[in-house]
């Protein structure tokens, strides 16, 4: 009788979580060597707070403050692990798919870490009328970086927001994580104060039922959580 266990997803496949410590970099170095050294290690997934971390950017591009974001590894058929951002295209083409158009809407990006950053750098590519960055951690060079592109502002915080000029046409995408993704965030200055049905609202958190979710649809919002983004970009890891 062959073994099953609780994460195997194919019959030759299983998840197996590896739990690192944010500050551990030296335990984050020795598991990306482990694993290129080691051809059963298909792939990884890269999770909080490790995404795009200056350890694997100096790992695979040998440069910690590289432009380039990385949250996944798959061995190509050369044997070797390659790095991929599947978040930030996972959820561009979910939204376009499901939601709506990015193209001359006001976006709000509540949380520009390792998820955030690398969805500011795709959604600046729709065309939207202008990005405001929110993040307590000075995202002030992503917005000169991305304005060569569109209008991209930074603030501090959500507090910041003047709600009474900011218009309608609007996408809120809280993407601040799991310390940060509170239903107490401060969203609901904005999402209380601008009711269209042109306006979108997303959680990226994957559960298919958030409770500042519901509240922004009776609100008047199309309102979606991050569970369409995140099966899509599974699925895409998994094939």
Known sequence: ??????????PNFI???????KNDTSALRDILQLASENAQVAAI?????????????????????????????IRNTEGKLEPYDL???????WFNDEAGSFRDKTVFLVGVGGVGEPMAK???????????????VDKNDLAE???????????????????????????VIN???KEGATDAAGLDQILNSNINENNIFVDIRPQLKIEIVEAAKKQGWQAY??????????????C
Request: proline share 5%; hydrophobic share 35%.
């Open 1 to 10: 009788t062959s073994r099953v266990y609780m994460n195997q997803v194919l």
């Open 15 to 21: 998840y197996l979580p590896v739990n690192i410590s």
């Open 45 to 73: 997934n890269i999770t909080q707070p490790h995404k795009s971390s200056p350890t694997l950017r100096q790992f695979f591009f040998g440069d910690e403050n590289s432009d380039e974001n990385i949250d996944t590894l």
């Open 87 to 93: 978040n930030a295209p996972s959820f561009v083409s």
């Open 122 to 136: 795709a959604i600046v590519k729709e065309f939207p009328k202008s990005l405001i960055l929110i993040d307590p």
């Open 145 to 171: 970086k991305l304005s060569a592109q569109t209008q991209v502002t930074y603030l501090e915080n959500i507090g910041q927001v003047d709600v009474r000029n900011i218009g309608d046409s609007l996408i």
């Open 175 to 177: 993407a601040a994580g």
């Open 225 to 238: 959580t991050g569970y369409g983004m995140n099966s899509r970009n599974d699925y895409i890891l998994l």
